[in-house]
């Protein structure tokens, strides 16, 4: 085996091995906002966790609010829950982004956040990603049933906002999940 052969085999196999990594007693949040919570500081564009180009996820926009400012209640009971690893919308769930649609339809001028959890397993940084891939995947979803993409806002908290504590399959389930909120104008 010639040594640039070795050389990437050694790359490769670091790098499979860093991804693999258990790292949360140390996890690493820079550039991940003031909050930690993947906004950036201005309020902008960016996506979490860096560009478009960093993360291999399509930018979508943010707005100009503050997440703080987003009423969670009103289409609580639409929450979408997701497969370990997974951010595909499984077929009990659709039915409540078709309320959803529904009710954005019904009350014209609002726009809706898209909040991407997952549960503690995995890196901080995976658990990030994996939260932004399942907000894109309602936010698609919900574009398909004809709701405008410049009102449906996205963000990742990944694992650091769970619905349940606890180590057991039952709360993992509860925090793999996308919470909808209405944007309220201030």
Same mark, same amino acid.
């Given at each position: #085996?010639?040594?640039? /052969?070795?050389?990437?085999?050694?790359?490769?196999?670091?790098?499979?091995?860093?991804?693999?990594? !258990? &790292?949360?007693?140390?996890?690493?949040?820079?550039? #991940?906002?003031? !909050?930690? $919570?993947?906004?950036?500081?201005?309020?902008?564009? &960016?996506?979490?966790?860096?560009?478009?180009?960093?993360?291999?996820? %399509?930018?979508?926009?943010?707005?100009?609010?503050?997440?703080?400012?987003?009423?969670?209640?009103?289409?609580?009971?639409?929450?979408?829950?997701? !497969?370990?690893?997974?951010?595909?919308?499984?077929?009990?769930? /659709?039915?409540?982004?078709?309320? =959803?649609?529904?009710?954005?339809?019904?009350?014209?001028?609002?726009?809706?956040?898209? $909040?991407?959890?997952? &549960?503690?397993?995995?890196?901080?940084?995976?658990?990030?990603?994996?939260?932004?891939?399942?907000?894109?995947? =309602? /936010?698609?979803?919900? =574009?398909?049933?004809?709701?405008?993409? $410049? %009102?449906?806002?996205?963000?990742?908290?990944?694992?650091?906002?769970?619905?349940?504590?606890?180590?057991?399959?039952?709360?993992?389930?509860?925090?793999?999940?996308?919470?909808?909120?209405?944007?309220?104008?201030?």
């Amino acid at each position: #085996m010639n040594i640039l /052969r070795r050389l990437t085999l050694v790359c490769a196999v670091t790098l499979a091995v860093a991804a693999c990594s !258990d &790292d949360k007693n140390n996890p690493n949040y820079t550039g #991940m906002g003031p !909050d930690g $919570a993947g906004l950036p500081a201005n309020g902008g564009t &960016d996506t979490v966790g860096g560009n478009s180009a960093d993360s291999g996820i %399509q930018e979508t926009p943010r707005g100009n609010f503050d997440p703080n400012n987003v009423d969670n209640s009103t289409l609580a009971s639409d929450t979408i829950y997701f !497969d370990f690893d997974k951010a595909t919308i499984n077929a009990e769930e /659709r039915s409540k982004l078709d309320a =959803v649609s529904e009710w954005f339809k019904g009350n014209p001028g609002h726009a809706l956040f898209l $909040a991407g959890h997952a &549960d503690k397993r995995g890196t901080p940084e995976y658990n990030r990603a994996l939260g932004e891939r399942r907000a894109l995947s =309602v /936010r698609e979803y919900l =574009v398909g049933l004809g709701l405008p993409a $410049a %009102q449906l806002y996205t963000n990742s908290y990944g694992s650091d906002r769970p619905a349940v504590d606890g180590d057991t399959e039952e709360a993992y389930a509860k925090n793999r999940r996308v919470e909808i909120g209405v944007v309220v104008e201030k």
